[in-house]
């Protein structure tokens, strides 16, 4: 059972766990003579790479990549691209102490029900290390998207809001997103973050937070009715990013308080061509693409190892009081932003290739 593999004609499978010897991920269907080498992805995973501020965790990797098939002398050959990321900061013995506990809120339990057996390790498979693989495959996808294309399509996110603290939005300012350790888009609300994460870490807990990623240049006609609706393999494709329990496109939610004429994506013929005059269905309408900005929202829980006490069971069936020692990010939200970046370049890098495939 392939459940770990993502896409139909661009697929990644990832493999690996936390506190293994490392991860990666095989990516098959890349068309063939595309340029492509580490120089293409490491910046990607880069940008993901923990321990790079104090509200982070401090595990120290380097996350290099190493491509180990489908590339011959600087360019794809059409076979499986394989990808390997060595595990260098391991910590094990943090986690003896909880390894027949279960951490409420977190995957222990219900991968020991599903298959009798864990990795405790920093929670193994269900641990947000799996991501780095994710970003790798999103790198190449983007390589796809831009030869297929002929032009790159900007993919960009940010965090838009930290537990009960959002941006004012009238300040958005993509510039500023590569200037502080959260992707914030709104300078302003830095401080009041930090104040924020400073006081969860010292009270031993820790917050959610809220990621928008957008895509520009997509072109029109990208996904399909009825069961492969692009916005439908969207949503699934941030659903399956660790600790995410809510996606949205578009307006989302905020949908059901408008009034059929303000959500109505009005249109108008200008120099030729079709312009939207606002973007409510967020860049997708009956499941296809339109042209406009694809963006999608989704929301990260708090992270569920934390250092102050709460109520479990163990293996055994007893009720004990669970606190995670070791390294953990306060709010996970933070590096998941260059991982929903590269889910939705994978999803359209998929959609684009079985679009041509369908239509030309």
Sequence with gaps: MSFNSFGHLFRFTTWGESH??????????VPP????????????????????????TQRRESDQVKILSGVFEGHTTGTPI?????????????????KDQFRPGHADYTYWTKYGIRDYRGGGRS?????????AAGAIARKVLEHVLGAPVTIRGALVQMGSHAIDRSRWDWAAVEQNPFWSPDAAIVATWEAHLDG????GSSTGAVI????????????????????????????GINAVKGVEIGAGFAAAGLSGEENA??????????????NNAGGILGGISTGQDIVVRFAVKPTSS???????????????EVATKGRHDPCVGIRAVPVGEAMLAVVLADHLLRHRGQCG
């Design 20 to 29: 293994g010897p490392a991860i990666g991920c095989i990516v098959d269907g």
């Design 33 to 56: 003579r595309i340029p492509l080498s580490e120089a293409d992805i490491q910046p990607w995973l880069d940008r993901r790479r923990p321990g790079q501020s104090r509200f982070t």
């Design 82 to 98: 394989s990808l390997l990321i060595e595990n260098e900061d391991q910590r094990s013995k943090d986690y003896s102490a909880i």
């Design 127 to 135: 641990s947000a290390r799996e991501t780095a693989s994710r970003v």
């Design 200 to 203: 969860v870490r010292k009270a």
């Design 212 to 239: 928008e990623v957008t895509a520009s240049g997509v072109p029109p006609g990208l996904g399909a009715p009825i069961y492969g609706k692009l916005d439908a393999d969207l949503a699934a494709a941030m659903m």
């Design 265 to 278: 994506d009005e249109m108008r013929m200008e120099n030729g061509k079709v312009a939207f005059l606002s």
């Design 306 to 320: 934390i250092p102050t006490p709460r109520k479990g069971i163990t293996k055994q069936g007893e009720n004990v």
